[in-house]
């Protein structure tokens, strides 16, 4: 067999990644200790190659914000060739009853900050001609269920250790901009100019653009850290600090653990 040939046949590993290391949860500890792992540096970002729960993958941080995850997303196809992004961190709950301490799971993203109007439609990509990305079904199917099991597993708990409203999982419409938002009036904004959304957050609609233009199956989760209202930053703060890292580790050990057996 030509060493094209095999290499061929290795399996491409899957991109994983967040903005902040609150968000990625225990996923480098994991690779590190499963085996060790190779760290290389592409622009100003360490991407982290090895085995996580059996599954091969590439682990990074994108930082916060639409070009730095566009940035990201793009190293992930091009240098490490990636068969998938998973992008997980919090986000602002914009949906009336999407509470702190739910999960989103995107159906479909959209930059709610992209006005080209009158040139072009309202939240159009230019000369592209979309405003939504769809998720890819299947892998956003095997996201949603490893957050049911986790909710099932973790979520009472959480919920009186933090004092949440217990945890729910939703499946829809995560819009995207360069904005933190966080305050009442634009909120009330974003959800009188888009009922649909369930959450707002500033990184996915661009990973899932730039996954779009490659072909490249994505899938986005969102745990809601605030209500992206007067109270935000606060909320947001703490949340990052006391709670994100639990959702994430184990929403990503239940999803990577079924790929792998899958
Ligand atoms: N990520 C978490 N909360 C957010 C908010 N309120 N606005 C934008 N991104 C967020």
Do not use: W
């Not at 399996?11 to 085996?35: K, S, T, W």
């Not at 072009?120 to 230019?126: D, L, N």
């Not at 001609?129 to 996201?143: I, K, R, S, W």
């Not at 606060?234 to 709670?243: G, M, Q, V």
């Amino acid at each position: 067999m030509s060493s094209e040939t095999m290499e061929s046949k290795q399996q491409r590993p899957l991109g994983v990644l967040a903005a902040l290391p609150q968000e990625l949860g225990d996923l480098v500890d994991a690779m590190r200790a499963e085996g060790g792992l190779r760290t290389v540096t592409v622009g100003r970002r360490d991407y982290h190659v090895g085995t996580v729960h059996r599954v091969p993958c590439v682990v990074t941080l994108a930082r916060i914000g639409k070009v730095a995850a566009a940035a990201t997303a793009s190293a992930l196809i091009h240098v490490f060739d990636v068969e998938a992004i998973v992008f997980t961190g919090v986000a602002g709950g914009v949906g009336s009853h999407v509470r702190v301490g739910d999960v989103v799971v995107a159906n479909a993203l959209l930059q709610h900050d992209l006005d080209a109007s009158p040139l072009f439609p309202r939240y159009e990509v230019p000369l592209l001609g979309v405003t939504h990305f769809a998720a890819d079904l299947a892998l956003a199917d095997e996201l949603a269920a490893a957050c049911e099991r986790f909710v099932a597993d973790e979520g009472a708990a959480l919920a009186e250790q933090f004092r949440l409203n217990g945890a729910r999982v939703h499946r829809g419409l995560v819009i995207s901009g360069d904005r933190f938002v966080s305050s009442s009036e634009e909120v009330g904004a974003l959800r009188a100019a888009l009922p649909e959304a369930l959450a707002v957050e500033m990184e996915g609609a661009a990973i899932a653009q730039v996954c779009y233009e490659h072909d490249v199956p994505c899938a986005i989760v969102r745990t809601i850290s605030d209500t992206a209202d007067d109270h935000a930053s606060a909320s947001f703060t703490s949340f990052l600090t006391d709670i994100a890292h639990a959702y994430s580790s184990g929403i990503l050990r239940r999803f990577l653990e079924a790929r792998a057996g899958a």
